[in-house]
């Protein structure tokens, strides 16, 4: 039986899951982003933090308890030019290629879009993984950052037109 995901805003408890979940994956990692930044980004004010949960625990193969988070996605509302834009977004290892990510992303398009139109996004251009999950959920390229925070690597800008 396949896991059912229930999307919340995100406790103070979920924010600090957030930051140290982040703080211990990649491209957090490569990126040279440590517990304290990823808090930074975690708790902040002016973003909307989603956490996803697997509210029925109907998945053997999951090391959690029902309702345990397993994932996240942190949006700017406004993020680029007046459009949302995805800040980050990661799921708990026992999660991974399992939907939570595909499901997050979901759940935030659709709770953006109407007014919005458009939704961005950046990926790490090491992290072809990603870049790939991006392009099967409608994404594609609009720019490059070389050298944008770590130098030998770009971040790639992702758009997609929700409307």
């Not at 980004?41 to 949960?53: E, G, L, Q």
């Not at 998945?59 to 800040?87: I, K, M, N």
Request: charged share 25%.
């Amino acid at each position: 039986m396949s896991a059912t995901f229930e999307m919340t805003a995100a406790t103070d408890a979920d924010r600090e899951w957030c930051a140290r979940l982040m703080a211990a994956s990649d491209p957090w990692v490569t990126l040279r982003r440590g517990l304290e930044q990823c808090r930074a980004v975690c708790h902040r004010s002016d973003v909307d933090v989603i956490v996803a949960r697997d509210v029925h625990g109907r998945d053997a193969r999951a090391t959690q308890s029902p309702g345990e988070p397993c994932g996240f996605a942190v949006v700017h509302p406004r993020g680029l030019a007046g459009s949302p834009y995805l800040a980050s977004i990661a799921v708990a290892p026992a999660w991974r290629s399992r939907g939570v990510g595909a499901a997050l992303l979901e759940f935030c398009e659709r709770r953006v879009s109407p007014p919005a139109r458009h939704f961005f996004l950046c990926v790490s251009s090491f992290n072809p993984r990603a870049r790939g999950f991006y392009e099967r959920q409608g994404y594609h390229q609009v720019g490059e950052f070389p050298d944008y925070i770590i130098d030998g690597a770009s971040e790639i800008l992702m758009h997609k037109r929700l409307v």
